[in-house]
């Protein structure tokens, strides 16, 4: 098979990285590629999927944008834990920035591209999905470090911090730009993949062996991490030291924090990796769940969505700050407290007096308004 246009003039029997630059820059090679692997049909203009996608990528950037916001103007967060969640969460938002890119320059815009700008727009899907993986386990070393030392020197914290946000970002890059730094499958049609038709089924076989390699170092992190804690509290001689004692229940809740992101992140990317693999064993045209890739993206896509959520869930302390970000006002009182909204009711015995029996409306400010109620035993407390 030859390629068309400028491609012609490029000599096929050498590989010479000259001449494959050249052709970065060609308009035809994307057609050709992708009339190989069958994906050139249905090339059409945004589908309601996409537009859901859209929304679903607004949604990841405003989500993660707050999270990031709470966490820089709240002094309580400005530690190695909490600098290394706010980069999970920068890559969370700059993965709803990459994803929307992604959509808007797919369909019928994906053939108007010249194959340097295609490497950029999915390199930068890969170098997000690095960072998030990549940070999870910084997290997770960060985490078991921390608990080994039962001596914190916060210099030596706040060194290894830089160095593993700095060493995350860093191997993102390298990974995302391997492709447009040779590793491609151009002139080279039996060794593109499906789902990406200008990557080498080698270099998405070791994307998904990197990423299942750091996912199970990560499990296997907290799974010294989580021996090492339980032992330290079954043991009568640590749990005595009330300041180890208060450590480890404040680690364990981060721990919980951080074992939720790692889960959801399994499960919203594990069916993308499954099918990656399937498409590095698959021949072309033979999988015809190859072509359904946009939902396994779609729902990978949604992890970004889910982490600001279980951070609100499972941290009261981000909890709190987000409250006292998006509401200051009407949930923080003047002293700086955040309000605590609700209606506890209880039936207990009250008093009796000469005028009957009372329910009880306390408000927040220890003040108490006696109402007759014709409802004995009943005791209305509500906290404002």
């Known amino acids: 098979m030859k390629m068309t246009s400028c491609a012609e003039s490029i000599n096929m029997s050498t590989f010479a990285f000259t001449s494959i630059y050249k052709c970065y820059h060609c308009n035809n090679v994307l057609r050709w590629h992708y009339n190989y692997t069958g994906k050139l049909n249905g090339r059409g203009g945004l589908k309601p999927e996409s537009i859901a996608g859209l929304f679903i990528c607004f949604l990841i950037i405003v989500q993660n944008l707050i999270v990031l916001m709470a966490i820089r103007k709240n002094k309580k967060f400005h530690m190695p834990m909490y600098y290394l969640l706010g980069n999970l969460t920068l890559s969370d938002l700059l993965a709803g920035f990459t994803y929307m890119l992604n959509i808007i320059l797919s369909g019928a815009n994906t053939l108007k591209l010249t194959p340097l700008q295609w490497f950029v727009r999915e390199g930068g899907v890969f170098i997000t999905l690095s960072a998030s993986v990549v940070s999870l386990l910084a997290i997770a070393i960060e985490r078991y470090f921390t608990m080994r030392n039962t001596k914190p020197y916060p210099r030596a914290k706040r060194?290894?911090?830089?160095?593993?946000?700095?060493?995350?970002w860093a191997l993102s890059?390298?990974?995302?730009?391997?492709?447009?730094?040779?590793?491609n499958c151009l002139y080279n049609l039996e060794w593109c993949s499906t789902v990406l038709p200008l990557y080498a089924k080698s270099y998405i076989f070791f994307c998904?062996?990197?990423?299942?390699?750091?996912?199970?170092?990560?499990?296997?992190?907290?799974?010294?991490?989580?021996?090492?804690v339980k032992s330290n509290t079954q043991n009568p001689t640590c749990v005595q030291r009330k300041p180890y004692g208060h450590r480890?229940?404040?680690?364990?809740?981060?721990?919980?924090?951080?074992?939720?992101?790692?889960g959801v992140f399994i499960l919203c990317w594990m069916p993308l990796f499954v099918l990656l693999l399937m498409d590095f064993v698959c021949p072309v045209k033979e999988c015809p769940v190859l072509f359904k890739a946009d939902y396994f993206l779609g729902m990978a896509m949604l992890n970004s969505l889910i982490n600001p959520i279980i951070y609100t869930l499972t941290s009261r302390d981000i909890r709190r700050a987000i409250l006292k970000l998006?509401?200051?006002?009407?949930?923080?009182?003047?002293?700086?407290r955040v309000r605590n909204i609700g209606i506890h009711i209880s039936f207990t015995k009250t008093d009796l007096n000469r005028q009957g029996l009372e329910t009880t409306i306390s408000s927040g400010n220890a003040t108490t308004l006696p109402v007759k109620s014709i409802y004995p035993k009943l005791k209305l407390s509500v906290i404002a």
């Open 159 to 168: 060194n290894r911090m830089f160095t593993l946000i700095a060493a995350s």
């Open 173 to 183: 890059l390298l990974l995302g730009a391997l492709p447009i730094m040779g590793w």
């Open 208 to 228: 998904v062996f990197v990423f299942l390699s750091i996912l199970l170092a990560i499990v296997l992190l907290y799974g010294r991490i989580f021996h090492f």
């Open 248 to 262: 480890s229940l404040k680690y364990m809740a981060l721990l919980k924090t951080v074992t939720i992101v790692v």
């Open 326 to 336: 998006l509401c200051r006002r009407c949930l923080i009182t003047k002293d700086g």
